[in-house]
């Protein structure tokens, strides 16, 4: 039957290599929407690693790069620290240089037991982790003192602990960030702590290696943060933001400064990463939609140009469900081939790891969806040309000739 | 001939209607969705109002400082700015008018404690004068303006909503970022994708809360030139380049970075570097983008294509007649090629025509659903000349193939009308 069928789309194997093109194309189009929704389902069920319920960002903005500070800016973000807490609706504040949901990022990358390591980080008070509602797995959190010490502790999550250690205790172990000449090196980083993976940018992010290094406002070294952290009572009024926004303004008349609860930020970071899948959705729904009609109309002709051949079988005692079965055949035939070709192409991706963030199960399941969607509109479409074709009368295959 | 062509074409049209309408569904869509995206791109490229000079406008959108080990690429700060541009328009006459303005940025005021947002940017008065924007009451301030610190504003017309209910609000104040401006001219609104122009105030850049960026080389500015003509822009970018060099010597935090990358880039140059991460001072490889655009444009035509190429084959047998009488009286194959690729045109033509209907109607959605923010999309005659070549370059891409093989037919066969 196989060989018989291979036989039948090897006789009109021109029409059949342009058919089986088609379906190939198709195959990979379902295939990029559906690994990229996968990826974004994959990384949504993930723990995020921390809560924003009623907290809200202070953003400021000094119009002024990182190293550009000066001591006295350092003491200015101290102070509005203070300043921020001393409102009664306030629960705890907290400094960082950047917050859960924002676009941009700190990023280094460091050799650690002789791998390279890549990591966001963020400068944090330790007051972060009742704002966020950090859970801490081992070792201890950031404490009062810490910012004596004469190296820089640091807390990293899972992810990084993992990567980074690969089995050993991360208690106690040594990083260093190379720095460039020229440049005062910064104290050694000793890891005091791990917590649960933190994952910044959202639900929708990958996974990734995060670490927290200790923000000592004190300091004159370090730059002021970016960023403050506010968890206030439940059932503050917005009305609140702008006191908050006056305060700041009081404090430090230079820097602008910006409100928003980080539910907003949320919503957008949603936006910006739903948005081009949204968009690539609704575009390849309507390229399948065209190659279902298409596939109607092109199997529907070449059962036409088969009037004879179906007609003699039927002749031959063939009955209707057997001339329907067999063009059903060879259309699975055909999307088996396109399917096969398509998965030999996509199979690279992980075989010659092109994409580092498509993990296997993401991977599995946009290769699952695209061959069950792709089986199903070629069957669909085979179905009224097949029934057409089993409609097919002896006496008509005699009179074509 | 061309005449005769394409009345056989609307016959063979009318015949088989679910024909015709699988393969102008198909052509339709495919050139809709390349028509919104041409769109796009000409709202953000194109030299339309404000950006009316846009063709000889020149911009240092982003630099990069760097050493041996580290690097920033990112927008400049004034200082560096400051000094790579001052005195050009007098010792190189080819520029006619330079301006520095910062990237817009959000910012916040109150009305009856409710906040409102803003997009909020600084700029010095020569910007009013190289972008037209369309006043609808006052006027731009000026480069006096500037030079004193006035705290003024131009505002859009959105803004004038927000916060005067749209009434006339020239000589009003408004309140924004923690700063108290008067308001001196109000604006049509400005398309989130015209970047340069883009924002709702404008204010002076003296009106900054501190000086200290007056020496910085890394910040959130940016520059534009405007040529005398497009001709000069080699020269032009060889003086920014040459004054770039010059101003690595005042790098403020020399132990930190030695050398200034980047130089005056076209827009699609601007982003040619950002896609490319180029790093030398003068080229910016725009061609680079543009071949990677055309790439985009055709991989996504290929399924199209083969669909449609799929459909063009399967209906040779209706015409297998037709060839077999033409070819028995002696028409050549070429002839036939030419006959089928201008009638595959001709529908693809048809299909551009819906989709451009269509496109116009999916471009004005998107305007009225506020998705991208004062959004000015629209169909004008170089986004229509653009369709009309990508669908003439599609009928003629999908085309080909199978009227190459109907004038393979036989013609005894053909006339049989037999299977292909």
New interface residues.
Partial sequence: MIRHLFKLVWNRK??SA??I??IF??FL?VFVVATLGMYCWDNYKRPLGFSIKNVWQLRI?T???D??HTPDESVTYARLLKEVQSFDAVESVAGAMGAPYEFGEYRSGMMINHHDVTMEFNEVTPELKDVLGLRLVSGRWFQDGDEKLSWLPVVIDRDLARDAFRGLEPIGQRLSD?V????KPKPEMRVIGVVDDFRRAGELSGPGNYRFDLKRLGNPDDRPGRVILVKVRPGTP??F??AL?ARA?GVA???????KPLTQLRESAFRLRLTPLIVGGI?AF??L???G??L???LW??L???TREIGLRRATGASRAEVHRQVLMEQILLTTLGVFLGTVLVAQIPILDLIGFVSGRVFAGGLLVAMVSIYLLSILCALYPSAMAARVQPADALRYE | MIRNYLKVALKVLGRRK??T??SL??IS??LL?LMVATAMLDQVFAPEAPEVHGDRTLGIYQIGLR????G?TGFAGYGLLDRVLRNLTTEVPAVERTSILTVQ????S?LD?K?VESWFKRTDGEFWRILDFQFLEGQPFSQDDEKNGNHVAVINASTRDRFFGGKPAVGKTIAI??QTFRVVGVVKDVPVLRVVAFSDVWVPIST???S??HQ?Y???FMAILLARSSSDFPAIQSEVATRMKAAEAGI??K??YKWITGGADTLLGAFSRIFFSTNSLADSHPERLLGVLLLIMLLFM???T??????N???I?DRSSEIGVRKAFGASSWALVGQFVVENVFLTLIGAGIGLVLAGAVLSALNASGAIPYSDLHLNARVFLYGLAIALFFGLFSGVYPAW?MSKLHPVQALRGR?V
């Fill in positions: 021109r029409t342009l058919l093109l088609e194309f198709s189009v903005e119009k002024k790069s190293d550009q190379p460039p000449d020229g440049i917005a009305s933001e702008e926004m303004q008349p230079e820097w602008s400064f910006e409100v575009v309507f390229l939609l065209m190659v009609l298409g109607i109309g092109v002709q070449n036409l140009q088969r | 679910f024909f309408f699988i569904f198909g869509v495919t969705v050493s041996e080990q580290i920033y940025s959000t910012a916040i109150y404690g906040r970022d923690g900054f809360k501190s200290t960026y910085d890394i910040g959130n403020p935090n132990e930190m290929i399924l199209p083969v669909n449609l190429v799929n459909i084959l399967s209906r047998l093989r299977q």
